[in-house]
């Protein structure tokens, strides 16, 4: 009898196994980042070059860095939600202008309406190397202790907002605050 | 006749893989070709995720074309090649390697060939046996005489 159903559940686990893998995303390749310090920087302010933006400055609150560029649709795609998020007041979201012409993206900050508190400008790309960056748009979660909780690769969803970010923003302060 | 046949054959053989070791790089990045040599190996073991088949030394898109100046850059500064595959990890994961290392998580992966290869024999160990104990009890089975 084994001889027959032995065959069969092992056939049966590889099919639940490729059938999982077809709808997982290949694009979406998790960061090694989750749970480690995030990569500190100190980049001139893309409205004002001679005003830094610096992650120190940020320590003890938790924060949101965006990487967006005026070429991304993605970002352009995302942009009103980043608005409504922005008007929640719930963290300050910071801005990584990544690989971009510095007119090109205060213009699109004009127009469309500016959801940062402040924004990086990371010219050369390097920044977004050290963030393991490979497609914008990209929305990092750092908690109050300078660590990185969370990684969204995606245009930001208003559903993904709620789901992801919400919950582990209040489980961050929950934590900070029981500490003090 | 077939000397131009050859010929041919030759020439074709030599384009197809000529292209191959065209790089994408417009000039050499080092002028020392036992560095330059490094900076193409590595550049061909790293994944490019933004094209996510190919290496970063096949794409031109921006990422790979920073990732490529890094790699150049740490090699310049006297990094060694474990040092640069260090530094790519700890930013984009084991993901980023064409030739994966051996880690607790796919261990079972790599064991895999082994351990498959290893049940494949007990199995057939198994049935060898007990055709062999078969053939014993019924000397009346059609394999009786041969044994």
Redesign the interface.
């Known amino acids: 009898m084994l001889k027959y159903i032995l065959p069969l559940v092992v056939a049966l686990l590889l099919g639940v196994f490729l059938f999982i893998g077809m709808y997982r995303d290949p694009r979406y390749v998790p960061s090694p980042l989750i749970g480690k310090p995030a990569p500190e920087f100190s980049l001139p302010s893309l409205q004002d070059a001679s005003y830094p933006v610096s992650t120190k400055e940020l320590l003890g609150q938790t924060w949101v860095l965006n990487v967006w560029g005026t070429w991304c649709g993605g970002c352009r795609q995302e942009h009103d939600t980043l608005l409504a998020i922005a008007n929640q007041k719930v963290v300050p979201l910071v801005g990584l202008n990544w690989k971009d012409d510095n007119r090109a993206a205060q213009e699109w900050l004009r127009q469309l309406g500016n959801p940062y508190a402040a924004v990086a400008e990371d010219r050369e790309g390097r920044t977004a190397i050290d963030w393991g960056v490979y497609g914008a748009p990209e929305t990092f979660l750092i908690g109050p202790d300078g660590k990185v909780l969370y990684k969204h690769i995606a245009p930001m969803t208003m559903e993904d907002w709620n789901r992801e970010f919400l919950p582990r923003i209040e489980a961050a302060r929950t934590a900070a605050g029981s500490k003090s | 006749m077939t000397n131009s046949f050859f010929r041919t054959g030759l020439l074709a053989l030599l384009l197809a893989f000529g292209v191959q070791a065209l790089a994408i790089d417009t000039e050499a990045a080092f002028d020392d070709p036992v560095l330059q040599q490094r900076y193409e190996t590595i550049n061909r073991e790293l994944r490019c995720?933004?094209c996510?088949n190919q290496t970063i030394a096949d794409s031109n898109a921006?990422?790979a074309q920073?990732?490529r100046r890094?790699v150049r850059e740490m090699i310049a500064a006297g990094k060694t090649d474990a040092e640069i595959r260090e530094f790519m990890?700890?930013?984009?994961?084991d993901?980023v390697l064409y030739r994966p290392r051996l880690t607790a998580q796919n261990f079972l992966l790599w064991a895999a060939p082994a351990l498959l290869l290893l049940i494949a024999a007990v199995v057939i160990v198994r049935v060898i046996r007990r055709r062999a104990q078969e053939a014993d009890i019924e000397p009346d089975g059609p394999e009786a005489g041969q044994s």
Not at chain 2, 89 to 93: K, S, T
């Open positions: 995720l933004v996510q921006t990422l920073d990732l890094e990890i700890d930013r984009y994961g993901f």
